[in-house]
């Protein structure tokens, strides 16, 4: 059985949330070995070397080997729990991998072809990547590392599904059973709208002949009017003396 990477890994006895938190403390991870028909074991990694073999995307999805002391188990990545923000993991699960019983896994798919595609190159199209895995079943043996998926014949308003990629013999696409989806389709881009800016806007109404002013924008006129009834306001105030006097010797007549 061919394996990708090897992790060393430590048997531990203390189990619960403060057994775990010491060593999170301690530069380790918690993880759990089941699977195989065998008893799941309670294991731990090294945090630094985990981080570094996560970064590669073929340690999701090919065979692992887990030594623990002087033993080797062959094994496949099944979950990983992750801090919330921080770049650390709180937990891994690895499952047994035996060469006689297939295995389930998500397995990543590659595309390929999309710039010379007739939909993108021809026609302005947008690529959609609609998955970017799928999960299959298969002897160790006939696990593939990824699936290539070919666009250079896609055209627009195009689509690929499930039944058109090209697996390797004896891997089943376990999804397939259930409904046929597009897994990468090619689309016309969205139009865009032209926003008219608000001064703009208002310029053009109060330019247009018998237009209503705009609000906060005075119509065409407004000034003059508005000066005229100060001049107006002012002269009253003038005479209004003159007329409180006049009024007076009136009183004493």
């Known amino acids: 059985m061919k394996t990708s990477f090897e992790l060393v890994a430590e048997f531990r006895q203390d189990q619960g949330k403060g057994a775990s938190r010491r060593l999170r403390r301690d530069g380790k991870v918690p993880a759990i070995l089941y699977g195989g028909h065998a008893d ?26 887990l030594k623990v002391g002087e033993e080797t188990q062959a094994a496949i990545l099944k979950d990983v729990q992750r801090h919330p923000y921080k770049n650390a993991v709180l937990h891994i699960d690895f499952q047994r991998v035996s060469d006689s019983e297939k295995i389930r896994i998500n397995i990543p798919l590659h595309f390929k072809g999309a710039s010379i ?59 397939l059973s259930k409904k046929d989806t597009a897994v990468v389709a090619i689309h016309a881009p969205r139009a865009e709208e032209v926003e008219v800016a608000p001064a703009a806007a208002d310029a053009a109404a109060a330019a ?6 705009a ?38 007549k």
């Open 40 to 65: 799941a074991r309670a294991l731990c990694v090294s945090h630094q070397k985990l981080i570094v073999m996560l970064e590669n995307e073929r340690f999701y999805s090919t065979i692992l080997s």
């Open 208 to 213: 247009a002949p018998g237009a209503p002013a």
């Open 117 to 175: 595609s007739p939909g993108v190159k021809s026609q302005g199209g947008l690529v959609s990547h609609l998955r970017t895995q799928v999960e299959v079943a298969c002897l160790p043996k006939d696990l593939p590392e990824f699936i290539e998926v070919d666009l250079s014949g896609l055209s627009l308003n195009e689509s690929i599904h499930l039944s058109e990629l090209t697996v390797p013999a004896g891997v089943q696409l376990l999804e």
């Open 215 to 252: 609000a906060g924008v005075p119509a065409a006129g407004a000034p003059a009017a508005a000066a005229g009834a100060d001049a107006a306001k002012k002269d009253d105030a003038k005479k209004e003396p003159a007329k409180k006097e006049a009024a007076k010797k009136d009183a004493k």
